[in-house]
C-alpha cells in the first residue's frame, strides 16, 4: 500500500523556494537537512500521480497542481508579488478555477480550486 508520493524538484538555491511557497502559498517547512527543504501541512490528501499529453485547454503541462480553497485570493496575491502568471485566471469547463504561474526556478505551477454547483 503505498502511503505517499513526494516531488522532488531540482533546485540550485533552496532559499528562493522559502518566499514562494511559504509566505505566498502557506506551507510549512516539515524538513530542512540544508540540501533538501520540504513543505506542506499536516492536511490528509489522497495519493495521486497524473501523466498528461497537455495541460487542458492544450496548454502546457504543469510541474505541479496545487488545489486551494481561494483561487482568487492567491491570484492577486501572487500578481501583486510580480511572478509571472502563464495563464490567466479561468473557469475551466471540467469545473474547476485555475491559473498557471512559474515558481522562483521557472517551474510552471497549475494552482486551482474546484468550483462547487
Known amino acids: 500500500m503505498i502511503k505517499r508520493i513526494v516531488a ?3 533546485a540550485e538555491d533552496l532559499s528562493k523556494a522559502d518566499h514562494f511557497y511559504q ?3 502557506g506551507l510549512e517547512i516539515l524538513m530542512d537537512h540544508g540540501w533538501i527543504k520540504t513543505f506542506g501541512n499536516n492536511e490528509q490528501a489522497r495519493v495521486q500521480v497524473s501523466f498528461a499529453t497537455q495541460g487542458g485547454d492544450n496548454t502546457e503541462v504543469p510541474l ?3 488545489e486551494v480553497d481561494n483561487a482568487d485570493e492567491l ?4 500578481k501583486q508579488e510580480d511572478f509571472e502568471i502563464t495563464y490567466e485566471i479561468t473557469d475551466e469547463d471540467w469545473g474547476v478555477r485555475r491559473f498557471f504561474v512559474k515558481d522562483p526556478f521557472g517551474n510552471l505551477i497549475n494552482i486551482l480550486e474546484h468550483k462547487q454547483d
Open 23 to 25: 509566505d505566498i502559498l
Open 75 to 78: 491570484y492577486e496575491k501572487i
Open 8 to 10: 522532488n524538484i531540482k
Open 64 to 66: 505541479l497542481s496545487i
